[in-house]
């Protein structure tokens, strides 16, 4: 029987594979693609788009061109006889197979999270926890098996047409060596010519960085110093970047240790969004806060953990972690605590390596003091088990001395787990499958998602009730201070997705803060407020005497101060925020290109409105790049 894989022209076979592939990853990637929005900017940018992500597609594909390359060379180079195929074959199926995995798999995550595979997503991928962080099911590791399997399957089809195309049909003729390196030196002309009018564009109308956000992995080009070579006047006041040795803070702390010092309870929840917190979903919650100081308009310091925990516990904006991570930098408020003798014990559901909390805000903590808890056992489990020992810890504790807990809580987590008595809400979804999960899917289905949610979040408020029990009980609440928050928010498909980290709109960025002082008086806050500013409400309360803009760039919650802006940040953003608009900018990144602006409520600016409200906005602008850089030494790198 004859064997398509045995062809003598396997060179032309290999091209004509790679022409099919390409026609695959660019059906994969055009998924993400909006030709609506190409189309409403104009014939010329709709033309830019459709080029750019032509040849990006080739780009997308060509290590695979040169892995199999390599191969077939390498098989031809160390033997004397006529090489075997076999090598390249398989080289060819792999890499292509892996090609195109990455790239389902790259929009299947823009399509849900709004976002392309990057950095965040392979720190996910590569830290100690990160994988496990996801929440995924066993049906899901099941169904993501299959699709990788799959993936290889297609590319070893696509391989096998191409071996019986290529050797009934003269069409491939025309497939010459010479002919696909005319292509190539094309792709290459066009890439220059197109990131230059994307320069060019960045400089002036900027209306094609919007358009470019959906080719994904294309890189921006400024070409900011070519401009300034050629003359025009470059704003380098616009330049944000996050680099440099830390300096935080900026004067030692001067330290007036109280008489009587406050024991802390501070609880963290994950994924914990602002409109939870009412008397039918957190029954324990609502009465307890009623009885505390309660912020309704509370923004995190990120849309995802690593940036909202950071803020919450540094008093500085989220984009700040790489430097401090990099020096395995502390918060200055633990380093308080130690100073005065704290007990310490400190808990989380999911681990302190993922993020890296125990290389940043807990670096100075001894590590037996960090107590990770993510033994597979469902989150709301695991948050009943650290809540027992979170209130052993209180119970055998010295009375003499003050102490410190901090729990992290998973229970709202995707994919939102609760036990059966804690079904408040209904319908809802048995369980969530990532790897069939659709964008469709969501849009149809959001409300039971959005029940289990509610219901993880009644077990949450179930855990924080037996905490507030046992201080009640045990008389403690005359000398501890409590703190109510969660790391972030949650978006249920209220602007388009579903979960966090991907976007800055309201329901991922705002949640509950809840903090209780002994002797304060009750009190529900409209004003603005941010995760920025705990650690400056907090450390005058342990005998912190130095003016807050020596740790922090929040404010004292207990003073009359009225918060305008905040920043929220994610891993490559920073979002300036105040009562009129959200402007989001890449960190270090240089040039107005990159920039997006909405108003404060999420609603689009009309085209013809945004540069007089930049103009309006550049102080605050020029705000941001000096608070961005207020605890660095720039002239210094990070040892």
Known sequence: MHNPFRSPSHKQTLRLYFVLTYLLVIAIASDSLDMHAAWDAGLWPLIFLTITFLI??????????????????????????????????IAAILTGGLTTLMLYANAKIFSLYGMFINGFVLNLLMTPGGVASLGGSSESDLGFALIAIGFVVLQVAVLYLSCVISQKSRLLDNIQRKTLMRGIYA?????????????????????????????PFYHPVSA?????????????????????????????????????????????????????????????TWQFAAQANRFTHNFSGGNGTRMGVFSMFMGIP?????????????????????????????????????????????????????????DGRMGWERDRSNVDKLLNFVDTRDPAKPFFTFMFFESPHA??????????????????????????????????????????????????????????????????????????????????????????????????????????????????????DIIPTIMPLLGVTNPVSDYALGFD????????????????????????????????????????????????????????????????M????????????????SN
Do not use: C
């Open 56 to 89: 990006y597609g080739f780009f997308y594909l060509l290590p695979a061109i040169i892995v199999t390359a390599i191969a077939s060379y390498l098989a031809n180079r160390f033997r004397k006889t006529p090489a075997s195929v076999t090598p390249a074959y």
């Open 622 to 637: 020029l705000q941001t790049v000096q608070d961005l850089s207020k605890f660095l030494d720039k002239g210094k790198k």
């Open 187 to 215: 792709a290459l002309l066009l890439t220059v010519a197109t990131h230059l009018i994307y320069a060019a564009d960045s400089y002036s109308k900027n209306k094609l960085t919007p358009l470019v956000e959906y080719v």
């Open 557 to 620: 919650l207990f003073s009359e101060h009225k918060r305008d802006f905040t920043y929220i940040s994610d891993w490559s953003r920073v979002v300036y925020v105040d009562k009129d608009v959200k402007i989001s900018q890449p960190v270090s990144i240089q040039g107005y290109a990159g920039k997006k602006i909405s108003g404060a409520n999420d609603e689009p600016i009309p085209a013809d409105k945004i540069d007089s409200v930049m103009q309006s906005k550049q102080n605050a």
């Open 224 to 284: 900011r110093h070519f401009f300034g070579m050629l003359g025009f006047k470059i704003d380098k006041n616009q330049q944000l970047s996050v680099q440099g040795k830390v300096n935080y803070p900026l004067h030692p702390l001067e330290i007036k240790t109280p008489a009587k010092p406050y024991n802390i309870i501070w609880l963290t929840s994950e994924s914990w969004r602002a409109d939870t917190l009412d008397a039918e979903v957190m029954p324990h």
């Open 415 to 532: 994919r939102y787990h609760f036990p059966p008595e804690d079904a408040i809400k209904k319908p809802y979804r048995d369980d969530i499958n990532y790897a069939t999960l659709s964008k469709a899917e969501l849009r149809d289905d959001i409300v039971p998602i959005k029940n289990r949610y509610i219901n993880a979040v009644h077990h949450l408020d179930s855990q924080f009730g037996r905490i507030f029990d046992y201080l009640k009980e045990k008389n403690l609440l005359d000398n501890t201070i409590v703190i109510l928050l969660g790391d972030h928010g949650e978006e249920f498909m209220e602007h388009g997705y579903w979960g966090h980290n991907s976007t800055f709109v309201d329901q991922q960025i705002m949640t509950p803060l809840v903090i209780w002082v002994p002797g304060k008086a009750a009190k529900v806050v409209s004003d603005m407020t941010s995760h920025l």
């Open 318 to 374: 989220g984009n700040y972690w790489f430097p401090f991570m990099k020096a395995h930098r502390g918060a200055a408020f633990i380093d308080v605590l130690q100073q005065q003798g704290y007990q310490m014990e400190l808990f989380t559901s999911a681990r302190f390596s993922y993020p890296e909390f125990d290389k940043t805000i807990f670096s100075q903590v001894p590590t037996e003091k960090l107590h990770s808890l993510d």
